[in-house]
């Protein structure tokens, strides 16, 4: 198992690019100062701000994990990532661990993340969790109790699970006094660069795509004013 370092990776993706953390700050919606914390290791990402990195700079949430060479194409059946009991890239945080899945494959279409809660009260915990998606929580281990800002806390045991909306703000508190640990399955958002991706396979070489040709037109009668009109030869 491996220590991941997003902001490392954050680091060089922005000096790759001749970024500013003002640059990646206007992207993403994360302000300069946090982001500086990020890259020099001040403070771990959440799985929400990686969300909104991966989004707002238009790559992979896994690239931010893994140093591993990664899998791009996704449309390819029958491709699979396998994890040993001493795989994963851990990321620490304050008030829980983190420890990332089958981070070698990019375009997933869910995030499957192990956690481990030690918060053991709101305050501990912070502000409450928010990100695009779905998100379904399967306790493993000793007993959480799930604070939303649409229902009252819910206590779950191991073998206990739930599923819900990801974008309603949410917190994990562990009880007692045993670990707390769950699995945690995260829906990807759709990502653009993965999404031009099929756009392209999709369109045969040489063919002009439908978008592609309404444009063209619009260009064409746009320089010439009087190109649809249709000239009447007179005769006589």
């Known amino acids: 198992m491996s220590t991941a370092r997003p902001g490392a990776a954050l680091k060089g993706l922005r000096k790759r690019n001749d970024w500013t953390l003002t640059d990646v700050a206007k992207r993403t919606g994360i302000p300069p100062s946090t982001l500086s914390r990020i890259e020099n290791d001040q403070i771990s990402p959440t ?12 790559i992979d949430l896994s690239q931010l994990l893994s140093d591993a060479p990664v899998e791009i194409s996704s449309e390819q ?35 499957p993340i192990l956690c481990e809660y030690q918060a053991r009260s709101l305050d501990e915990f912070g502000p409450l969790m928010r990100h695009e998606g ?24 191991a073998g206990e699970s ?9 917190a994990y508190i562990a009880r007692g ?9 995260c829906t990807v958002p759709h990502h653009p660069v993965s999404e031009q991706r099929v756009k392209a396979k999709a369109t045969p070489a040489g063919a002009v795509s439908e978008s592609a040709a309404d444009k063209h037109s ?5 320089r010439r004013p009087g190109a649809s009109k249709r000239r009447v030869r007179r005769t006589g």
């Open 47 to 58: 799985y929400d701000m990686l969300v909104r990195l991966a989004q707002g700079l238009a």
């Open 134 to 157: 779905e998100e379904f929580l399967y306790v493993l281990q000793g007993e959480l109790e799930l604070h939303t800002e649409c229902y009252a806390p819910l206590v779950l045991g």
């Open 177 to 185: 006094t045993e670990p707390c640990r769950a699995l945690s399955m």
């Open 77 to 111: 059946p029958g491709r699979r990532s396998v994890n040993r009991s001493a795989d994963g890239d851990r990321v620490p945080m304050s008030n829980h661990t983190l420890r990332y899945l089958s981070t070698d494959l990019l375009n997933k279409q869910m995030t």
């Open 218 to 222: 619009v260009e064409i009668g746009r």
């Open 162 to 170: 739930i599923y819900f909306d990801s974008r309603m703000g949410h």
